[in-house]
């Protein structure tokens, strides 16, 4: 009788424990890279955008207005996300400036979550494993103790285009001594997408809770779309325009069969996704995708909010309201440190960022940044309630009123109207600086700095005013 009780006490032990690891919710992070501001079409500021798969995404969560990357370039801003703080604490300002330390191999986002019981897999692009020697003529990474592996991925699917470091092939079999270089000359967006549906099979008969962190190349250049999303595109006159809503396009096909996945898995409503890109669209000739911010100020390279205001998402079906709009600043890092909330992960003073959840639940009305801050190249600022402060080395500043999208041009700077306002956000802007590697801000403007803040913000160019489209001046 003693013995059955103790067996039917341990049974139940391990059901309590085995439901208690089940609860705990996925978590999904999309990443796009040089998504602009403009181009999601629940936005509603290009008639001629086509994401309805991220449109009932937002329909279902949470659209965030004014969410912000951490910088306006892909490496550093990659960095904060998987590191779980600010890059320039670790002195990843530029992607010339990597690779991701080895200091933060045990405190990064997956290791976290590992460590908590989750299952944790990246696929696409990684971009925090190149220095300034990139590889090898053979394809392999210089600096190979850098990949997702070691920064508490167990599976992989890295890779940008072409040719992908991988823990396992896509019909799910584990490769010999990972990572191991597989070639797939497919369209990109495609096999990530394939590699993310691959990696949630492979939960099927795993009953542990799991991370997917999905980082799509794409609307990135080099610009490529297959026949079939350029059709749906019909509408799109302009050949880049139509390239690069194109690729938006297969990225938010990717997201459908994603989630169609987790609902035949029973896991829809078990799942936290984020969705956001690393920064704003390149503009310039040369550059430009056929991406686009407006109305907003600039384009990536600078921190004015063309380069870093984003498309930000979050979404949590059954769990979180669906249909908000949340005007509050947000920070990618925000999306890391709410992943740590949810998997009840280890939470210390290194995760920079703050849990959202009380937020999207309702619980919390007021913002949760007091002030947001940035340093790149020769730009710094801050952004703090309805002020942004813009500086340009010690040779330009500026002070907007940010409650109006498109303000950041010179004809608006308040900066005359309100020297004590700016005197004040620029004493924390310093103090803040000096907190990072590379302590304080750079004093002398670099000429490519100069050269796009004349462009876009003091607006002195001929020919290149951020309102008008490429093509438009290409064709004048």
Same mark, same amino acid.
């Given at each position: ?14 059901? *309590? ?34 994401? !309805? ?11 965030? *207005? ?53 299952? *944790? ?23 190979? =103790? ?7 991925? =167990? =599976? ?52 542990? &809770? ?11 250049? !080099?610009?490529?779309? &297959?026949?079939?999303?350029? @059709? ?31 609902? @035949? ?41 063309? /380069?870093?205001?984003? &498309? ?19 920070? *990618? ?19 920079? /960022?703050?849990?959202?959840? &009380? ?44 409650? =109006? ?56 160019? !001929?020919?290149?005013? !951020? ?10």
């Amino acid at each position: 009788m003693k013995k059955t009780l103790l067996t039917s006490l341990l049974v139940a032990g391990a059901i *309590t424990l085995c439901a208690a690891e089940v609860s705990k919710p996925n978590v999904v992070i999309i990443l796009t890279d040089d998504q602009g501001y403009a181009d999601l079409g629940i936005q509603g500021i290009d008639p001629d955008v086509r994401t !309805p798969q991220l449109d009932r995404l937002a329909r279902e969560g949470v659209r965030f *207005t004014r969410g912000y990357a951490t910088a306006p370039q892909c490496g550093p801003s990659r960095a904060g996300l998987i590191s779980c703080r600010h890059q320039n604490l670790f002195g990843i300002e530029e992607n010339r400036s990597g690779p991701l330390p080895l200091s933060e191999t045990s405190t990064a986002l997956p290791a976290r979550l590992r460590d908590a019981g989750y299952v *944790t897999g990246m696929v696409g692009k990684w971009s925090l494993a190149h220095d300034k020697q990139r590889g090898d003529p053979k394809r392999r990474y210089n600096v190979i =103790e850098h990949l997702p592996h070691n920064f508490g991925f =167990e =599976e992989y699917w890295m890779g940008e285009m072409d040719w992908f470091y991988a823990s396992h092939d896509l019909q799910n079999k584990p490769l010999e001594n990972p990572p191991q270089i597989v070639d797939d000359t497919r369209y990109r967006v495609a096999v990530q997408t394939e590699a993310a549906l691959a990696f949630l099979k492979r939960r099927e008969d795993d009953k542990r &809770p799991f991370f997917l962190y999905l980082a799509y190349f794409a609307p990135h250049a !080099p610009m490529e779309a &297959p026949p079939q999303y350029l @059709e749906r595109l019909a509408h799109v006159k302009d050949n880049d325009r139509r390239m690069g809503l194109a690729s938006i396009l297969a990225v938010d096909d990717g997201v459908g069969q994603i989630r169609k996945k987790l609902a @035949e898995m029973g896991q829809a409503e078990n799942t936290l996704i984020f969705f956001m890109s690393d920064n704003g669209a390149p503009l310039n000739r040369g550059a430009y995708i056929g991406s686009r911010n407006d109305p907003v100020v600039g384009e990536k390279g600078m921190l004015t909010d063309g /380069g870093v205001r984003i &498309p930000y998402l979050a979404a949590w079906p059954g769990k979180i309201p669906g249909g908000q709009v949340i005007d509050g600043m947000v920070s *990618t890092l925000d999306a890391s440190a709410t992943a740590l909330a949810v998997a009840k992960a280890s939470v210390d003073d290194w995760v920079e /960022g703050v849990n959202l959840m &009380p937020l999207m639940m309702g619980e919390q009305k007021e913002p949760v940044h007091d002030a947001l801050f940035w340093r790149w190249r020769s730009q710094a600022v801050i952004r703090s309630g309805q002020w942004t402060m813009v500086m340009l080395g010690n040779e330009r500043r500026y002070l907007f009123d940010n409650r =109006e999208l498109g303000s950041e041009t010179a004809a608006q700077n308040r900066i005359k109207e309100f020297p004590e306002i700016a005197a004040n956000l620029e004493q924390k802007l310093r103090k803040r600086s000096d907190a990072w590697q590379d302590k304080g801000l750079i004093e002398k403007a670099e000429p490519s700095d100069r050269n796009v803040f004349d462009i876009h913000i003091e607006r002195t160019k !001929p020919g290149t005013h !951020p309102m008008q489209t490429p093509w438009t001046k290409a064709k004048q």
